[in-house]
């Protein structure tokens, strides 16, 4: 029987791309899922009567929709935040309120509902945030902003394993490449200069990152907390 059954387990954006592949993965393995949209009814509602899970309409800009999403979940055996956005171009040249409404998705969102998470998450919950190898290293020019948001997950991880390790909840970031999505097309125009930073070179693909969470979120990840666990073909090495 898969470590997962009957779980509850609610990913923050999960309608399309990584956090879709993780809600299927989380429901092939008998979990009660629910996640999370914003922009995108149509998939949500697609994916959720593909998979059985439930599609909420929050978005993760609010940072009180987002708490009251969570706490009104209940009792979650698995946290997952996936939702994320990038801004790309010229920082000298950027709208400020899309700047903050990225640190408000990318940062704001995750901190308040891993906190909120944590109220009533039993012994051995697991708390696991979608960051990128760009919090690790950001090799191109026009994304500071969404590499600041990822480098900030790491701190997140870092402090809330502390506060949430005695009662054997766990932290953890999972910090992928380039993935094969809408975000970030195998076959979009980076993928020459992205390949060329990386040792596997091809785009990854979201189930790859959704099995690095379910490791993460089941039994087998007991010890591993306040770490950050990068799946990018070397793109950072
Ligand atoms: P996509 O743009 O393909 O999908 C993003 C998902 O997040 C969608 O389900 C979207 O839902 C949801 N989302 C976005 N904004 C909000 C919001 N304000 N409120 C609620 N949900 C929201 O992105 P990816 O799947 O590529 O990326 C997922 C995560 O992985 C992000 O955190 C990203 O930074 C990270 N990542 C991705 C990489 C890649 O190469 N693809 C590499 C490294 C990290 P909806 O459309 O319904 O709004």
Not at 23 to 28: E, G, I, M, N, Q
Request: aromatic share 6%; charged share 20%; hydrophobic share 45%.
């Amino acid at each position: 029987m898969s470590a997962f059954q009957k779980k509850s387990v609610l990913v923050l954006g999960g309608s399309r791309g990584i956090g879709a592949a993780i809600v299927r993965r989380f429901a092939s393995e008998g979990a009660a899922v629910a996640f999370s949209y914003a922009g995108s009814p149509e998939a949500a509602e697609q994916l959720a009567s593909e998979t059985g899970s439930t599609a909420i309409l929050t978005d993760s800009a609010n940072r009180d929709a987002v708490i009251e999403l969570v706490r009104e979940s209940g009792p979650l055996d698995v946290l997952v935040v996936n939702a994320g956005i990038a801004v790309f171009g010229d920082a000298l040249e950027q709208d400020p309120d899309a700047i903050d409404r990225l640190f408000r998705i990318n940062i704001h969102a995750p901190y308040h509902a891993a906190v909120e998470a944590a109220r009533q998450m039993p012994e051995g919950g697991r708390i696991i945030v979608i960051g990128s190898v760009n919090g690790d290293r950001m090799p191109n020019p026009g994304m500071a902003s969404y590499a600041l948001s990822k480098s900030a997950l790491q701190g997140l991880a870092r402090g809330l394993a502390r506060d949430f390790g005695p009662r054997g909840i766990t932290v953890n970031v999972v910090q992928p490449g380039p993935i094969d999505t809408d975000a970030n097309p195998a076959d979009g125009p980076m993928k020459e200069l992205l390949h060329g930073f990386m040792a596997i070179k091809r785009h990854g693909r979201p189930e790859e990152v959704a099995g690095m969470v379910a490791w993460l979120a089941g039994p087998e990840a007991s010890f591993a907390t306040g770490a950050m666990h990068t799946i990018d073909g070397a793109f950072g090495a």
